[in-house]
């Protein structure tokens, strides 16, 4: 087996592949046959996209997609899920209820159906939901079969059945165990992971199911989720709870995410309609930023990459304005159009649809292929948005100027694009003189640290291996992206460097085939400023490259906080906690000598590659990206890096608990 370190296999260590044949008999017999949701058990990651932290807590939403789908056929007003203290999940819905009747073609209880047969359910025509989240209907027998034992209770015509499984098998037949009051339907399902299927973490975080909750409840109108959490702790004692109810839907789902940020205008444009058979709901306002925020959505599923609905949107949106500035003399005969990236600018948008039989390009659910639509969100914006821009002449006025500005940056960028392509060119491709390049040109087994500072840079430069390691030393801290135009961002001499030596370009230009390195890592001082720069240079990379982290390229270097010395002996520790332990194995007494690093600067080179860079002791943190909470994410980057002081107060209050050995 290969070997795990920074947190990916090393490729080096792995054992040679063996394509000899080892089975002459290969015939029918040999085909296998896994019954039930063996299958499952056997490949989870093919059903749930990973055994990590991710696809534990998608196994949360696969329960709560189905209380949802009965809220979006209109039987279910409420959800409540709660984590209890053995880190087992409760979801309780008032919709119908799962039937408890028998499915005659399977011979068994409905329910019993549903959480043992794969692509069972009610989203497969019948009439048993008008749109539905469910797209393969393997939801609750995944999580069955995925969990060390599962309940269900159902609530219906006064009485409450249960059944219990254990691994995805059945414990005993579905029974009736009680009664309730004759108006009282709905489903309760209790499960708890199975740790032998998920090694790495059976503990479901609050922050993490809150941030999807919050979401699913914006996107369906009126639907009241509340979560709460019974695990207590000496330093946590009283169980968190929290609600989330919009009547108001996508419209304050915009004014959320923009809550860090000022609008253009004061009301948040809200498009309704169905068409096609295609029911649409657009929300949208712009705002005082220079980056766009639009998510969209197919019958509450976020859809990261888009599709035909998200299509259907821009068109309506680039041609609606461009028709209404021309018409309102706002652009110039001899003036070019607007492109979509001008309009788009500082924009905050929500695009969902519900649609009877959505089709998705790949098994991942990240991109709708409906042509249908695509029509439908056109036609609908399209209308809807003529008559706010004829009706609302200055708001109208405010998108256009900001759009016009916006055109004129692009230009301007493009330009300086353009000329340091040419410079690029005639100097043969040459790099920025600063960096200290690796020989390696297999990107594979080539590395970029970016250090803080030409000291740090000075001896990381000497620490390093000459081979697969790339230094790119920084002056000062990059241009805050988050508050500038393309043109500035294209005119920065550090945002200029950085671009040139990963290669791949940004925005339209970028190619991650061209990636120089398969790491990159921001490697900075652990106090204050250093993590400011980090989160500089994180802003930098998810605005203008998000590939790069969405494919685990980019990592952030842990450089110790302390090094003990006694008896000719040194130790580094990095964490109070590790230093904590040091002391107790080598004992607290005057010979000690223990520094507290400030920063890079303080460690010579010898130092910096035992510490810091040496790929057979160092500690490096992949950044990662949960894209089923994709607006929360580009929510906190706006907060922690915008122009607004109060919602970054808030954050940092309700977040310092979780940092640790940062100096202030």
Same mark, same amino acid.
């Given at each position: 087996?290969?070997?795990?370190?920074?947190?990916?296999?090393?490729?080096?260590?792995?054992?040679?592949?063996?394509?000899?044949?080892?089975?002459?008999?290969?015939?029918?017999?040999?085909?296998?046959?896994?019954?039930?949701?063996?299958?499952?058990?056997?490949?989870?990651?093919?059903?749930?996209?990973?055994?990590?932290?991710?696809?534990?807590?998608?196994?949360?939403?696969?329960?709560?997609?189905?209380?949802?789908?009965?809220?979006?056929?209109?039987?279910?007003?409420?959800?409540?899920?709660?984590?209890?203290?053995?880190?087992?999940?409760?979801?309780?819905?008032?919709?119908?209820?799962?039937?408890?009747?028998?499915?005659?073609?399977?011979?068994?209880?409905?329910?019993?159906?549903?959480?043992?047969?794969?692509?069972?359910?009610? *989203?497969?025509?019948?009439?048993?939901?008008?749109?539905?989240?469910?797209?393969?209907?393997?939801?609750?027998?995944?999580?069955?079969?995925?969990?060390?034992?599962?309940?269900?209770?159902?609530?219906?015509?006064?009485?409450?059945?249960?059944?219990r499984y254990e691994r995805g098998r059945v414990c005993y037949p579905l029974r009736?165990?009680?009664?309730?009051?004759?108006?009282k339907t709905g489903t309760k399902v209790t499960f708890k992971p199975d740790a032998?299927?998920?090694?790495?973490?059976?503990?479901?975080?609050?922050?993490?199911?809150?941030?999807?909750?919050?979401?699913?409840?914006?996107?369906?109108?009126?639907?009241?989720?509340?979560?709460?959490?019974?695990?207590?702790?000496?330093?946590?004692?009283?169980?968190?709870?929290?609600?989330?109810?919009?009547?108001?839907?996508? *419209?304050?789902?915009?004014?959320?995410?923009?809550?860090?940020?000022?609008?253009?205008?004061?009301?948040?444009?809200?498009?309704?309609?169905?068409?096609?058979?295609?029911?649409?709901?657009?929300?949208?306002?712009?705002?005082?930023?220079?980056?766009?925020?639009?998510?969209?959505?197919?019958?509450?599923?976020?859809?990261?990459?888009?599709?035909?609905?998200?299509?259907?949107?821009?068109?309506?949106?680039?041609?609606?304005?461009?028709?209404?500035?021309?018409?309102?003399?706002?652009?110039?005969?001899?003036?070019?159009?607007?492109?979509?990236?001008?309009?788009?600018?500082?924009?905050?948008?929500?695009?969902?649809?519900?649609?009877?039989?959505?089709?998705?390009?790949?098994?991942?659910?990240?991109?709708?292929?409906?042509?249908?639509?695509?029509?439908?969100?056109?036609?609908?914006?399209?209308?809807?948005?003529?008559?706010?821009?004829?009706?609302?002449?200055?708001?109208?006025?405010?998108?256009?100027? *900001?759009?016009?500005?916006?055109?004129?940056?692009?230009?301007?960028?493009?330009?300086?694009?353009?000329?340091?392509?040419?410079?690029?060119?005639?100097?043969?491709?040459?790099?920025?003189?600063?960096?200290?390049?690796?020989?390696?040109?297999?990107?594979?087994?080539?590395?970029?640290?970016?250090?803080?500072?030409?000291?740090?840079?000075?001896?990381?430069?000497?620490?390093?291996?000459?081979?697969?390691?790339?230094?790119?030393?920084?002056?000062?801290?990059?241009?805050?992206?988050?508050?500038?135009?393309?043109?500035?961002?294209?005119?920065?001499?550090?945002?200029?460097?950085?671009?040139?030596?990963?290669?791949?370009?940004?925005?339209?230009?970028?190619?991650?085939?061209?990636?120089?390195?398969?790491?990159?890592?921001?490697?900075?001082?652990?106090?204050?400023?250093?993590?400011?720069?980090?989160?500089?240079?994180?802003?930098?990379?998810?605005?203008?490259?998000?590939?790069?982290?969405?494919?685990?390229?980019?990592?952030?270097?842990?450089?110790?906080?302390?090094?003990?010395?006694?008896?000719?002996?040194?130790?580094?520790?990095?964490?109070?906690?590790?230093?904590?332990?040091?002391?107790?194995?080598?004992?607290?007494?005057?010979?000690?000598?223990?520094?507290?690093?400030?920063?890079?600067?303080?460690?010579?080179?010898?130092?910096?590659?035992?510490?810091?860079?040496?790929?057979?002791k160092r500690i490096l943190l992949r950044v990662t990206m949960n894209e089923e909470?994709?607006?929360?994410?580009?929510?906190?980057?706006?907060?922690?890096?915008?122009?607004?002081?109060?919602?970054?107060?808030?954050?940092?209050?309700?977040?310092?608990?979780?940092?640790?050995?940062?100096?202030?």
């Amino acid at each position: 087996m290969s070997e795990l370190k920074d947190g990916v296999f090393d490729n080096e260590q792995t054992e040679d592949f063996d394509i000899s044949p080892v089975q002459e008999d290969y015939g029918a017999d040999q085909i296998q046959i896994l019954e039930g949701l063996e299958a499952v058990r056997k490949r989870p990651g093919m059903y749930i996209g990973t055994t990590a932290s991710r696809g534990l807590h998608h196994l949360v939403y696969e329960i709560v997609d189905n209380s949802v789908d009965e809220a979006l056929a209109g039987a279910c007003d409420t959800i409540r899920v709660t984590i209890n203290p053995d880190n087992s999940v409760t979801v309780i819905d008032n919709g119908r209820g799962i039937p408890v009747g028998i499915n005659h073609k399977a011979g068994l209880p409905a329910v019993e159906v549903v959480f043992t047969i794969l692509h069972a359910g009610g *989203k497969f025509g019948g009439g048993g939901y008008k749109v539905s989240g469910g797209l393969h209907g393997v939801g609750a027998s995944v999580v069955n079969a995925l969990s060390d034992w599962l309940e269900v209770e159902i609530f219906t015509d006064g009485k409450i059945y249960q059944q219990r499984y254990e691994r995805g098998r059945v414990c005993y037949p579905l029974r009736e165990i009680g009664t309730c009051e004759p108006e009282k339907t709905g489903t309760k399902v209790t499960f708890k992971p199975d740790a032998t299927i998920f090694t790495e973490t059976t503990e479901f975080e609050f922050d993490v199911l809150k941030q999807r909750l919050r979401e699913m409840a914006f996107l369906t109108k009126g639907l009241k989720i509340i979560l709460r959490d019974e695990r207590v702790s000496e330093s946590d004692p009283q169980p968190k709870e929290r609600t989330f109810h919009y009547e108001g839907g996508i *419209k304050e789902f915009v004014t959320y995410l923009n809550r860090s940020k000022t609008p253009l205008y004061d009301n948040v444009l809200y498009f309704e309609g169905k068409k096609n058979n295609v029911y649409v709901e657009v929300a949208m306002q712009h705002n005082d930023s220079f980056n766009e925020s639009t998510f969209s959505f197919v019958n509450n599923i976020n859809t990261p990459e888009g599709g035909t609905h998200l299509v259907g949107f821009r068109n309506a949106l680039t041609k609606t304005c461009n028709d209404y500035a021309r018409n309102a003399k706002l652009l110039k005969d001899n003036e070019p159009n607007l492109t979509g990236e001008d309009i788009r600018e500082g924009l905050t948008a929500i695009v969902s649809v519900k649609i009877e039989d959505p089709q998705f390009e790949g098994q991942t659910k990240q991109k709708l292929g409906n042509s249908e639509a695509r029509q439908a969100v056109d036609n609908i914006v399209s209308e809807q948005l003529t008559y706010f821009l004829e009706q609302n002449p200055a708001a109208a006025k405010t998108i256009c100027e *900001k759009s016009i500005l916006a055109q004129r940056a692009r230009d301007a960028a493009r330009k300086a694009r353009e000329m340091t392509r040419r410079k690029t060119a005639l100097e043969g491709a040459a790099l920025p003189g600063k960096l200290a390049d690796c020989s390696d040109k297999n990107p594979e087994n080539c590395e970029i640290y970016i250090v803080e500072g030409d000291s740090a840079g000075g001896s990381a430069k000497t620490a390093r291996s000459r081979a697969t390691q790339a230094i790119l030393p920084l002056r000062g801290k990059i241009l805050n992206v988050e508050k500038a135009r393309l043109d500035k961002i294209y005119a920065n001499a550090e945002i200029k460097a950085m671009i040139t030596a990963f290669g791949t370009g940004i925005h339209d230009d970028f190619d991650i085939s061209k990636l120089r390195y398969h790491k990159i890592i921001l490697m900075t001082d652990a106090d204050v400023d250093g993590a400011h720069i980090a989160t500089l240079l994180l802003t930098f990379i998810y605005r203008f490259m998000p590939e790069l982290i969405k494919q685990g390229y980019v990592y952030l270097a842990q450089p110790p906080l302390y090094k003990l010395e006694k008896n000719k002996k040194v130790w580094y520790a990095y964490s109070d906690e590790e230093l904590d332990g040091i002391l107790k194995e080598v004992g607290r007494d005057q010979n000690n000598k223990i520094q507290r690093y400030k920063g890079l600067g303080e460690m010579d080179a010898e130092q910096l590659w035992e510490t810091t860079m040496d790929p057979e002791k160092r500690i490096l943190l992949r950044v990662t990206m949960n894209e089923e909470a994709e607006s929360e994410l580009d929510l906190t980057f706006t907060t922690l890096m915008g122009d607004k002081v109060e919602p970054r107060r808030e954050f940092i209050e309700e977040n310092a608990k979780f940092v640790k050995n940062l100096d202030i």
